[in-house]
């Protein structure tokens, strides 16, 4: 599985857009991009997922270069209750393999108002 | 409520005692997952199954054991319990594929004494 690597926090106010760049220098072909938020007391939530280009739903938008070595999610206009944990991670998510990822330390995400 | 359960959520041990964590999902995803949180720290991968009637070490499995009664139901077992053990233990599941990421359990708080 590919390593990732990402910065440890990040500090935001109320209103901004926020960028966290992960970057995974090791992807393999077949590696999706993934990205969960986590709050306090609670179980990982997924946000959002890409192979390349840019993906966007009702919650964020991924970015992935061509040569897919690092990709960015970006959340608009964040609140105070977008404080908390994300996880960027890499790995095989296709129908006939494992599904298994390995987590890092993610980057925690502090909203100000 | 669809989704992915599991029990107990709360749980104190003494040292040298077992017991088994249940988790279940009920979406018809094909693989499952346990992890552990340690307090500020990310998520690790205990053990994994990637389909019904198989499982797999993940990072850190010693001292543990898991079943894969059907495709609905994942259990992790702790033989006999260590003050090492105590964390947040995650169950997640995953129809791989469909492009919707990992769905993961409230947790079960485990404290060995």
């Known amino acids: 599985l590919a390593k990732t690597t990402q910065p440890i926090s990040m500090d935001s106010y109320e209103g901004q857009e926020v960028n966290i760049t992960c970057s995974h220098n090791?992807?393999?072909?077949?590696?999706?991009i993934t990205w969960y938020q986590q709050f306090p007391s609670q179980g990982p939530r997924f946000i959002i997922q890409g192979y390349k280009t840019k993906v966007t739903n009702e919650v964020a938008s991924l970015f992935i270069p061509a040569d897919r070595k690092s990709s960015t999610l970006s959340l608009p206009r964040v609140s105070l209750s977008d404080t908390a944990v994300y996880y960027c991670l890499v790995g095989d998510m296709g129908s006939s393999n494992t599904g298994k990822l390995i987590f890092g330390q993610g980057t925690t995400l502090q909203v100000k108002p | 409520n669809a989704g992915v359960t599991q029990t107990p959520k709360f749980q104190v041990l003494k040292t040298g005692q077992s017991m088994t964590l249940q988790c279940a999902q009920d979406m018809n995803h094909n693989s499952m997952y346990w992890y552990r949180q340690d307090p500020g720290m990310g998520l690790r991968l205990i053990y994994y199954?990637?389909?019904?009637?198989?499982?797999d070490k993940g990072e850190v499995p010693n001292g543990y054991n898991v079943s894969r009664l059907n495709k609905r139901e994942f259990s992790l077992r702790l033989e006999s319990a260590a003050p090492s053990q105590t964390s947040v233990y995650f169950c997640?599941?995953?129809?791989?594929?469909?492009?919707?990421?990992?769905?993961f359990g409230s947790g079960t708080r485990l404290t060995v004494v």
């Open positions: 090791n992807i393999a072909t077949n590696d999706y």
């Open positions: 199954s990637a389909s019904e009637g198989t499982t």
């Open positions: 997640a599941s995953i129809l791989t594929g469909a492009g919707y990421g990992y769905t």
